[in-house]
Structures are given as C-alpha cells and as structure tokens.
C-alpha cells in the first residue's frame, strides 16, 4: 500500500512539473507599460515582436518630470524561462545614434503573474528588477488623477 501511495505521488509531482511549460517568444510579444503616477512619473514602454521565431522591438523608458529619457530597439532570444535582450539606443539629435549597434545581451525578460519583468545587469551584483509592465491593453483607457504626497527633489 505504501510503495503505491508513493508511486501515486511520485506521478503527481511528475504530470504538475511537466504541465509548467516554458514561455515561447509569442508569449512575450505584445505591448507592455509601466508608468508611475506619482514622484518622477517614470513611464517605461517596451512592445516586443515575434516573427517566425526572431523576435525584436522598441523600448522607450524616461522621466516625465524632468524630461529625461531613452529609447531605442531591442533584440531577443529564449533562454529558459526568460526572454533575454539587448539594446540599442537612440541619440538626441546632433549626437551619434547607436542603433543599429546593439549591446551585449545583458538584460533579460520575465513573465511573472500576467505581468513582464524587466531585469537589467548590474555588475558585480548580478540581474536587479528593475520595472514591471503590465499589458497596455489590460490598463484603463483613462487612470484617474493619483493623489499625490508633496513631490521632493
């Protein structure tokens, strides 16, 4: 009784990991947002394509308190449960645009609760998240005005 109570748990366990199926790059296509109401109101942009396989994008992430941003193209490929990418960056004009010369595949995706993680490289210390992005059409066409605390600089 014992050897088949544990057979019987033992494939349990076997069909449950076996059902946790690794993401595919059409999982990540789509266009993802992330945007703060409040402080710097930070908006962060990133719609990734799949075609056949190859998958490529735009990011565009900045401050819109202060003015200050980045944008760019993206490359990626499937590492295991990640969509890993690198970047390439887009210039203000009067200076040289880094695209189409991309970077090394430093940062990486993830999918976690309907959601899309953004991990970038930071030396020594390994992948930090850095934002997660919510599908753009699974937010509300209009988002209320947030109340704020007093903003500090």
Known sequence: MTRMLMALALAALTSSCATAATPAASDFAGDWVYSEQCGWRQITIVEIVETGGVVTGIWSDGERRRGRGEDGRLEGRIN???????????????????????????????????????????????????VTLQRADSLPAEQPDAECPQDVD
Do not use: T
């Open 80 to 130: 295991g449960d990640r969509l890993e990418v690198r970047l390439c960056r887009s210039y203000a004009p009067g200076q040289d645009d880094e695209c189409p010369s991309f970077g090394p595949w430093s940062d990486y995706f993830a999918l976690r609760d309907d959601a899309l993680e953004w991990y970038q490289s930071f030396g020594n210390r390994g992948h930090l998240l850095y």
